[in-house]
């Protein structure tokens, strides 16, 4: 596997990573936990080193999913996770009680070590941007964290330009995590010229469109009840017809270079920057293999050309959030 680096500060990592996420939250219910232990360990043997998850992802389970998985490995990998979020009357957590005050981030930070069976945090990012607390009571509060040894690197997630900016000023920022694929690429405008001025790597999450982007999808495909993207507007029937568009012209591009429609969309994202890292998802071992396939694809500069002129003529449909989410979950 090739390895990137993230970020001027020297974060290597696999060139494709692995969002944990999906194998206990978000897409359907939570899978068999031995399943996903020995897929995290299979990814591990075939050389990816980047784990991504968060302390909302289940809540919390995903993370003791990660810390189980990797613990003996653990010295031989980078663990990335996030905070941001305020706990509930029951103990839950919900997208839309943010909470990034500075003694909230340290303990959650406290209670994510334990998760994770670790007594240091690789890459922290804060989860979403809090509106209500200054960003550099953020950067300082890790900044604690890094200089206590709980903590190596700081990270934000969908933040804007400015709040990067302020952020780094403060305390180095590693890397951002934001979505970014084929059919999500709103963050090139402004976000990834800042990044790129300020040697911040991108992790981008998604890169396969929640799934869309791999083909085995149409406007007939349904979810199960606990699937979030029955909620997700670019998912309609009528979406998915309108952007099939898209995955046909990879599909067509895929059947020449004798590849997978995903691992164009993976290769496309791999080949727009080299400070640039995936973490796709996935919780199937063929699927993983066929992932880590797309960082062994080189598309010349032509290929990359011929993608973007032909993708400039689709216009996706849908938003990827409702209105209310995009709130909290967009920038």
């Known amino acids: 596997m090739q390895k990137r ?32 232990i020995a897929l995290i360990r299979a990814a591990v043997e075939r ?44 103990g839950s957590l919900r997208w839309t009680d943010l909470d990034s005050r500075p003694a909230h981030i340290k303990e959650a930070a406290e209670a994510s070590l334990k998760r994770l069976r670790t007594d240091v945090i690789d890459l922290l990012y804060q989860h979403r941007v ?8 953020v950067a300082g509060a890790v900044q604690d964290l890094i200089r206590e040894g709980k903590v190596k690197r700081f990270g934000l ?18 890397a951002l995590q934001s979505e970014y694929s084929l059919w999500f690429r709103r963050h090139e405008t402004d976000v990834l010229p800042t990044i790129e001025e300020l040697g911040i790597g991108l992790v981008a999450y998604s890169p396969l469109g929640r799934g869309f982007l791999t083909g085995k999808m149409d406007q007939s495909t349904s979810f199960d009840s606990a699937d979030f993207r029955n909620a997700l507007p ?12 898209l995955v046909d012209l990879l599909a067509d591009i895929a059947a020449r270079k004798q590849a997978t429609t995903a691992q164009i969309a993976l290769a496309w994202v791999l080949g727009r920057k080299p400070w640039i890292v995936p973490i796709p998802g996935t919780t199937k071992l063929a699927r993983l293999e066929e992932n880590l396939g797309a960082a062994s694809l ?18 996706i449909q849908g938003a990827r959030y409702p209105e209310n989410m995009e709130q909290v979950t967009g920038r």
Do not use: W
């Open 5 to 36: 680096i993230l970020g001027k500060n020297g974060l290597e990592v696999s060139a494709v990573g692995l969002g944990c996420m999906g194998m206990s939250f978000a897409y359907g219910p939570p899978k068999d936990k031995p399943e996903m």
């Open 47 to 90: 050389g990816v080193t980047f784990f991504d998850t968060a302390e909302v992802y289940g809540p919390f389970t995903n993370e003791e999913l990660v810390g189980e998985a990797l613990a003996p490995v653990r010295n031989q990998v980078v663990i990335a996770t996030k905070f941001g979020f305020r706990p509930s009357a029951d």
């Open 130 to 137: 809090d509106p209500e607390v200054p960003i550099e009571d």
């Open 157 to 174: 997630s969908e933040a804007g330009p400015q709040t990067i900016r302020r952020a780094h000023a403060v305390q180095s920022v590693t």
């Open 234 to 245: 670019r998912f309609s029937p009528e979406a998915r017809k309108a952007n099939q568009a």
């Open 298 to 315: 080189n598309l010349s500069a032509d290929d990359l050309r011929e993608i973007d002129s032909a993708v400039s003529l689709i216009e």
